[in-house]
């Protein structure tokens, strides 16, 4: 008898540290605390990106990204005055799906990546429109041009994570004028269009203090 | 006008008929007995200079590119060159002076990134291929060195990285084009007096900006492929072999053409030829688009 219940309880225990050990354990609940101007997420450039379409020949929409955005940002309800987004990407991430292409448009026809090798976006206020959705108004400074530009956020969610520290994402959208930026090359003809919407799907990571 | 038809035009036609215009009405002044040098040498750098940047004005306006600037340089030095004499060591100089002038107005571009070996590259490349030019122009006046540039030139457009870099040398080719057509006149013509000034320039820094506005992004074509259409025309120094220079020039000059004009070929074939994937079966591309099934 005493065996049988021995044996119960160790293949109780056994199911029991199995199913603790299987539970997923990065979905903890990540109670509202204000954030602190210390309390910034880093870009991880690895799991971020930006996209950018606009139309070829009027009749569809080229998608090309650039990859490994860095930056930072800090979003909070409570301190909408104290958050902030900072985006900055290398040009010579561009990555259009075609060598011959990323040379082109990285030349001097239209970003001249060498002279301005970066494209940046930093927010000068920022304002909450709905759940997990925000406006951030700012300088976009590309090709060595500053223009002032709404960005429009969305899906902003916050995780903490055991292994990976607190992590937080959003999308942002924002339309521009290529050639409001020095870039006109073939709006004229409607080869290229010259409106650009850039999709910055981005993930901050807050590591835990060391 | 689309963007290819205005380059097209004011990048192409526009330097010819300039160069043409400005060189052709005094190529028909016939010398004088007297004249132991061209009086109006000074028509073709004058010509070659005005056609790339009046053609570079009307098609991309202001501010100008360091390129250009190179192009008033290699002009300056060229107009300077056409009333000065052919003494080797006051041609020496002036060469000098105009590659290190190039040199300076390019500083800027390509300086960006921190390779020194880079900095010097335009004025060595400008000073290296005025001097090993120079002396073939001496010895051969008329169109075959001219045109021999403009093939080489007109290659190069494949290696600009860009329509604004590639208008540049479609100019030049152009340019030399208008000028080399005097050829045909009463006063002949040697490129020697200044017009290689302001074309070899654009010879040499358009496709340096265009390697490294591609290396930049690690996507530089093979870097054999920018020099070969600037160097090319130096082929022509084979055709001074004794045995080929005693043929007659309806078999030389056709032949030095061809010459720079396989070379060219060759350089788009290195930078664009598709990669061997012979070794490649079709299961093989199976595996690699779709894995294992």
Same mark, same amino acid.
């Given at each position: %008898?005493?065996?049988?219940?021995?044996?119960?309880?160790?293949?109780?225990?056994?199911?029991?540290?199995?199913a603790?050990?299987?539970?997923?354990?990065?979905?903890? $609940?990540?109670?509202?605390? $204000?954030?602190t101007?210390?309390?910034?997420?880093?870009?991880?450039?690895?799991?971020?990106?930006?996209?950018?379409?606009?139309?070829?020949?009027?009749?569809? #929409?080229f998608?090309g990204?650039? #990859? %490994? $955005?860095?930056?930072s940002?800090l979003?909070?309800?409570?301190?909408?005055?104290?958050?902030y987004?900072?985006v900055?990407?290398?040009?010579? #991430? %561009?990555?259009?799906? #075609?060598d011959?292409?990323?040379?082109?448009?990285?030349?001097?026809?239209f970003?001249s990546?060498?002279?301005?090798?970066?494209?940046s976006?930093?927010?000068?206020?920022?304002?909450?429109?709905g759940?997990?959705?925000?406006?951030?108004?700012?300088?976009?400074?590309?090709?060595?041009?500053?223009?002032d530009?709404?960005?429009?956020?969305? =899906?902003?969610?916050?995780?903490?994570?055991e292994?990976?520290g607190?992590?937080?994402?959003?999308?942002?959208?924002?339309?521009?004028?290529?050639?409001?930026?020095? %870039?006109?090359?073939?709006?004229e003809?409607?080869?290229?269009?010259?409106?650009?919407?850039i999709?910055?799907?981005?993930?901050?990571? =807050?590591?835990?203090?060391? | 006008?689309?963007?290819?038809?205005?380059? +097209?035009?004011?990048?192409?036609a526009?330097?010819?008929?300039?160069?043409?215009?400005?060189?052709?009405?005094?190529?028909?002044?016939?010398?004088?007995e007297?004249?132991? &040098?061209d009086?109006?040498?000074? &028509?073709?750098?004058?010509a070659l200079?005005?056609?790339?940047?009046?053609?570079?004005?009307?098609l991309?306006?202001?501010?100008?590119?360091?390129?250009?600037?190179?192009?008033?340089?290699?002009?300056?030095?060229?107009?300077?060159?056409?009333?000065?004499s052919?003494?080797?060591?006051?041609?020496?100089?002036?060469?000098?002076?105009?590659?290190?002038?190039?040199?300076?107005?390019?500083?800027?571009?390509?300086?960006?990134?921190?390779?020194?070996? &880079?900095?010097?590259?335009?004025?060595?490349?400008?000073?290296?291929?005025?001097?090993?030019?120079?002396?073939?122009?001496? &010895?051969?006046?008329?169109?075959?060195?001219?045109?021999?540039?403009?093939?080489?030139?007109?290659?190069?457009?494949?290696?600009a990285?860009?329509?604004n870099?590639?208008?540049?040398?479609?100019?030049?080719?152009?340019?030399?084009?208008?000028?080399?057509i005097?050829?045909?006149?009463?006063?002949?013509f040697?490129?020697a007096?200044?017009?290689?000034?302001?074309?070899?320039?654009?010879?040499?820094?358009?496709?340096?900006?265009?390697?490294?506005?591609?290396d930049?992004?690690?996507?530089?074509?093979?870097?054999?492929?920018?020099?070969?259409?600037?160097?090319?025309?130096?082929?022509?120094?084979?055709?001074?072999?004794?045995?080929?220079?005693?043929?007659?020039?309806?078999?030389?000059?056709?032949?030095s053409?061809l010459?720079?004009? +396989?070379?060219?070929?060759?350089?788009?074939?290195?930078a664009?030829?598709?990669?061997?994937?012979?070794?490649?079966?079709?299961?093989?591309?199976?595996?690699?688009?779709?894995?294992?099934?």
């Amino acid at each position: %008898m005493k065996r049988r219940i021995a044996a119960a309880l160790m293949i109780g225990g056994l199911t029991l540290a199995a199913a603790v050990g299987l539970a997923p354990r990065e979905t903890a $609940p990540v109670p509202h605390v $204000p954030a602190t101007a210390d309390d910034f997420f880093t870009i991880d450039k690895a799991h971020s990106v930006l996209l950018y379409h606009l139309r070829h020949f009027g009749v569809s #929409n080229f998608y090309g990204r650039v #990859n %490994m $955005p860095t930056g930072s940002f800090l979003i909070d309800d409570a301190d909408l005055v104290g958050s902030y987004l900072e985006v900055s990407c290398e040009l010579k #991430n %561009m990555d259009t799906g #075609n060598d011959g292409r990323d040379r082109f448009i990285t030349g001097a026809d239209f970003f001249s990546a060498r002279e301005y090798p970066t494209a940046s976006f930093k927010s000068t206020s920022i304002r909450k429109i709905g759940e997990g959705t925000y406006e951030a108004d700012g300088a976009f400074t590309m090709h060595g041009i500053t223009n002032d530009v709404t960005v429009r956020i969305e =899906q902003f969610t916050r995780k903490l994570t055991e292994r990976f520290g607190l992590r937080c994402g959003f999308e942002a959208h924002v339309t521009l004028s290529r050639s409001e930026f020095g %870039m006109p090359k073939f709006v004229e003809e409607g080869t290229l269009g010259d409106d650009v919407t850039i999709i910055a799907s981005i993930e901050g990571v =807050q590591l835990p203090d060391e | 006008m689309d963007e290819f038809t205005k380059v +097209i035009v004011y990048g192409g036609a526009l330097p010819f008929v300039i160069a043409l215009v400005i060189v052709t009405p005094l190529s028909f002044i016939r010398r004088r007995e007297d004249e132991k &040098r061209d009086r109006f040498a000074w &028509r073709m750098p004058l010509a070659l200079g005005l056609a790339i940047v009046i053609a570079m004005q009307v098609l991309h306006g202001w501010p100008w590119h360091n390129v250009l600037y190179a192009a008033c340089a290699g002009a300056a030095g060229g107009l300077l060159m056409s009333f000065t004499s052919r003494q080797v060591w006051v041609r020496g100089l002036l060469l000098v002076v105009t590659a290190a002038a190039v040199n300076w107005v390019m500083w800027g571009s390509v300086v960006i990134e921190a390779d020194r070996w &880079r900095w010097f590259v335009p004025g060595v490349g400008t000073l290296l291929l005025l001097g090993t030019l120079e002396p073939l122009a001496v &010895r051969r006046p008329g169109p075959t060195l001219p045109v021999a540039i403009a093939l080489g030139a007109g290659a190069a457009i494949l290696f600009a990285g860009s329509l604004n870099f590639g208008s540049v040398l479609l100019a030049v080719a152009a340019g030399l084009g208008g000028c080399a057509i005097s050829g045909f006149t009463r006063r002949p013509f040697s490129i020697a007096d200044g017009t290689l000034a302001v074309a070899v320039p654009m010879l040499v820094v358009v496709p340096l900006v265009g390697f490294l506005d591609a290396d930049f992004t690690d996507n530089a074509l093979h870097p054999v492929a920018y020099l070969v259409p600037s160097l090319a025309p130096l082929s022509l120094w084979l055709f001074e072999i004794p045995a080929l220079a005693r043929r007659s020039a309806w078999v030389r000059v056709p032949l030095s053409w061809l010459l720079v004009a +396989i070379l060219c070929g060759a350089a788009a074939w290195i930078a664009y030829a598709p990669e061997d994937d012979s070794g490649e079966s079709e299961d093989d591309l199976l595996q690699q688009m779709y894995g294992d099934f």
